[in-house]
């Protein structure tokens, strides 16, 4: 490792090879496309259709693959 390695790694309280395989997330995202909705946050495969904009917001119309649904994303 170089200078610039044993750096970036002190700031994360690193001091040798077991300390860096020891670290482990602290949360995660599930991204797994389920073909069912779910009653949770959940990842969409989803085909882009159309996208309208405007000055105060943009609808993205879009088919959801997985799931065989339309629907309208709106972002204000």
Known sequence: ???EDIKKLSKLHVTNILDLALIVPN???????????THQEQ????QILNVAQSPKRVVIKAHLLNVDMMVDLVYF
């Open 27 to 37: 949360k995660y995202e599930d991204n797994t496309i389920y073909n069912h909705l």
């Open 43 to 46: 990842a969409f495969e989803a």
């Open 1 to 3: 490792m170089d200078k």
